[in-house]
């Protein structure tokens, strides 16, 4: 584990500065935020597990975040612990969950080239649909939707990919394992997402690759 400010100076710098860390110029790097459990921690597993992609399992608790890493490291997968101090730029945008006003810190790492991310968003952000009664929740994954849709017409020229997703219901402890879907599953379209070519989509809202409604 890296100290929180060591990791924040990286993550801070642009992906040739990372390269270097890593010491090749072909790793994809991915930074997971929230990633120490459930999807997030699916997500990691499903990525890293893919042919020259190094992931940061980030996390707000270095324990956490440690013990997730090896559990990862200890099947053979290409994963590193990191401290988020929430400064840092996302490509799995995990940790804005539960608390609307950590969707306004997010500030994308402006000199990547073709940059793909994903916020982790969910359909109770739709204008349209009405399922469930979390009014804070709810405005805070609708803001997260706008946000990524500046983001993604922002970039556009610049070859990035910005979606939002929904991983469906799944049983993670946000739900107290109430979900009826798997977290693996609900990873499924967030590692699409995450690893589209180039003429992949973007400023999209999908649930399991299916368009939701605004
Ligand atoms: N599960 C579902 O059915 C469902 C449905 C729709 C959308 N989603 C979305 O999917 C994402 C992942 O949820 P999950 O079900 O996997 O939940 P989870 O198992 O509770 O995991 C959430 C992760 O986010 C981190 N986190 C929570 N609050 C944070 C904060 N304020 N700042 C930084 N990190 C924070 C947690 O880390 P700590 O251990 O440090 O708290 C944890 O690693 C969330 O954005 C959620 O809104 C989930």
């Known amino acids: 584990m890296r100290s929180p400010h060591h990791t924040a100076a990286i993550c801070g710098s642009d992906l040739h500065n990372f390269h270097g860390v890593l010491g090749s110029a072909d790793v994809k790097i991915v930074l997971n935020t929230g990633a120490n459990q459930g999807i997030g921690f699916e997500i990691t597993k499903s990525l890293s597990s893919k042919p020259g992609y190094h992931v940061l399992l980030g996390s707000r608790d270095d324990h956490r975040g440690i013990k997730a890493a090896k559990d990862l490291k200890d099947q053979g997968l290409d994963v590193e612990p990191i401290s988020i101090d929430r400064t840092l730029y996302v490509l799995i945008n995990q940790h804005l969950c539960r608390r609307a006003h950590n969707r306004s810190l997010y500030s994308p790492p402006q000199r990547i080239p073709k940059a793909r991310t994903v916020f982790m968003s969910s359909i109770t952000g739709s204008l349209t649909h009405r399922p469930v009664d979390l009014p804070v929740y709810r405005s805070s994954n609708t803001a997260l939707n706008m946000l990524m849709l500046h983001y993604a017409f922002k970039f556009k020229d610049a070859g990035w990919k910005v979606n939002a997703r929904c991983p469906g219901y ?45």
């Open 170 to 214: 799944c049983a993670t402890n946000l739900n107290d394992f109430a979900g009826m879907d798997t977290p693996e599953n609900g990873a499924l379209n967030a590692v699409r997402l995450a690893t589209l070519g180039e003429y992949g989509e973007t400023g999209t809202f999908t649930s399991k690759e299916v368009v939701i409604a605004w």
